[in-house]
């Protein structure tokens, strides 16, 4: 695996803390699915879940747009892989699905996310409001969200990719 990953440096401050980690987060998803086939990215962890690392960047890029995208700068971004007919349609793969374009469009919803944010104040309310709940953010909240999202998600990533390989790694 070649993915580097650095943690933030313990002196930063808070914007800089909080982008660091984010980034260590994605970065670390991104290296557990190197060196992996399609096929061994698309497998489910354990039957009867259809949790696998393809689903899980494909639900990271779906995450990332939802925030950065849809509350955080009020873009009319509508949904990637899901809809109100399969709402866990990023979780459901077929042999078609493949790694070039999950990972692609994550990278792209990254690339949005990081230009959306920039500049913005940590703690000045969100153009646009949450789906579901109708409320407004701040940056600060969900810079602390995605990384939340991503080490819950990483954490489940570990525990895929070693039943996939024998890979293991922090």
């Not at 990637?80 to 349609?89: A, I, R, T």
């Not at 990023?90 to 990278?107: I, V």
């Not at 990384?147 to 922090?170: P, W």
Request: hydrophobic content about 35%.
């Amino acid at each position: 695996m070649t993915t580097e990953r650095r943690e933030p440096a313990p002196d930063l401050d808070e914007r800089a803390m909080l982008e660091g980690w984010l980034e260590y987060h994605r970065k670390t998803l991104a290296w557990k699915c190197e060196g992996l086939t399609d096929e061994q990215l698309r497998t489910p962890a354990v039957a009867p879940s259809n949790l696998s690392l393809m689903g899980l960047v494909r639900h990271m890029a779906e995450v990332e747009r939802s925030w950065y995208r849809r509350v955080l700068a009020a873009e009319d971004a509508g949904p990637l892989y899901y809809s109100d007919e399969d709402p866990d349609g990023e979780f459901r793969l077929t042999g078609s699905d493949t790694w070039q374009e999950a990972h692609t469009t994550w990278q792209a919803e990254i690339a949005a996310a990081r230009r959306n944010a920039a500049g913005v104040p940590l703690d000045e309310p969100t153009r646009g409001r949450h789906l579901r709940t109708g409320e407004r953010y701040t940056l600060r909240w969900i810079h602390t969200h995605m990384i939340e999202e991503y080490a819950r998600h990483n954490g489940h990533a570990d525990l895929i990719r070693e039943r996939l390989d024998g890979a293991t790694g922090e």
